[in-house]
């Protein structure tokens, strides 16, 4: 009897931790959530791999964030037939409400909704300004 009980509360132990640091990516999201992460960590800025799903669901958006633990980003398939440059903006947007808590914003930002996609995708030097503001006022480590 005590070895099922064990067991028992060996694999309850084990599903609250997965739950507490759940990371789940979709396929096709992956690449531009991994840029994410390396734009980050260019900067000298570590963000933690938990607490976010990222998945594909229609929700009449090309992308939305749900706040929780963990948070959820929706991102449309229709988001997926675009240019790569577009579908990073839309990420990056996203991965800014719900890995770096930003919200909508008026100042030259990619939290500024689709105000500056056109800068984001032709111009090398305004993709640039508009990923370091995206992650400006992060602390360093």
């Known amino acids: 009897m005590k070895?099922?009980?064990?067991?028992?509360?060996?694999?309850?132990?084990?599903?609250?931790?997965?739950?507490?640091?759940?990371?789940?990516?979709?396929?096709?999201?992956?690449?531009?959530?991994?840029?994410?992460?390396?734009?980050?960590?260019?900067?000298?800025?570590?963000?933690?791999?938990?607490?976010?799903?990222?998945?594909?669901?229609?929700?009449?958006?090309l992308g939305i964030t749900y706040h929780g633990v963990p948070s959820r980003v929706l991102l449309s398939a229709s988001l997926f037939e675009k240019d790569s440059l577009f579908i990073e903006y839309v990420v990056f947007h996203e991965m800014g409400h719900a890995v770096?808590?930003?919200?909508?914003?008026?100042?030259y930002s990619v939290m500024n909704p689709n105000r500056y996609v056109s800068e984001f995708r032709q111009n090398p030097s305004e993709h640039k300004k508009l990923i370091d503001e995206l992650?400006?006022?992060l602390e360093s480590k």
Do not use: M, W
């Open 3 to 61: 070895k099922p009980v064990f067991v028992l509360l060996l694999l309850l132990t084990r599903c609250s931790f997965i739950d507490e640091h759940h990371f789940e990516i979709c396929p096709e999201a992956r690449f531009y959530v991994d840029q994410f992460y390396s734009e980050a960590h260019t900067r000298g800025i570590l963000i933690p791999k938990e607490n976010l799903i990222v998945k594909i669901e229609e929700s009449g958006l």
């Open 100 to 107: 770096l808590n930003r919200e909508h914003c008026k100042a």
């Open 135 to 137: 992650f400006s006022g």
